[in-house]
């Protein structure tokens, strides 16, 4: 399970509003093909072959997971989207996140991809972006959004 400090983190990456801007996509990022749709399973597969085998692993654990339980989460499309999502997210942190997402059973709330791309990119805003944050309302600490993020 989370803890306390990473909730809030979460909750303060919610107010940055930087976990629910989807890319919207032109050109693909992972194979450079133009239009729009195209088959899927060679980017994520393209996505997939830089990362450790215990993160692909764990990572086809959670997509398991995810698609059996979050139905809106269940196409290659948001697959693909997560994965491209996280693809500056380094092995150590992001199989550091899947853990943390595979013992929370979060698909079981409901929480898809992009709650654990949330995880995954939170830990690496830790120092920079929550201290911009922070700064930025110095003198009223910021609102604890924890329930509303659980809701999400
Ligand atoms: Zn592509």
């Not at 072959?49 to 990572?59: F, S």
């Not at 196409?75 to 550091?96: A, G, M, S």
């Not at 805003?125 to 003198?139: H, P, Q, S, T």
Request: glycine share 4%; aromatic share 8%.
């Amino acid at each position: 399970m989370l803890d306390d400090r990473t909730r809030k983190k979460l909750a303060r990456l919610q107010e940055l509003n930087l976990d629910v801007k989807w890319v919207s996509l032109s050109k693909c990022p992972a194979c450079g093909y133009d239009s729009d749709p195209h088959n899927r399973n060679s980017d994520i597969r393209r996505l997939l072959h830089t990362r450790r085998a215990q993160a692909r692993t764990l990572l086809s654990e959670a997509s398991r997971n995810i698609k059996e339980h979050v139905k809106s989460n269940a196409t290659l499309e948001q697959q693909y989207r997560f994965l491209l999502r996280i693809k500056d997210v380094n092995d150590e942190v992001l199989i550091w996140a899947l853990r943390q997402y595979l013992a929370g059973k979060y698909w079981k709330q409901g929480k898809g991809y992009m709650y654990l791309a949330a995880i995954a990119t939170s830990h690496g805003l830790d120092r920079e972006n929550i201290a911009i944050y922070e700064k930025k309302f110095r003198g009223s600490p910021p609102p604890d959004r924890t329930d509303e993020l659980n809701e999400v």
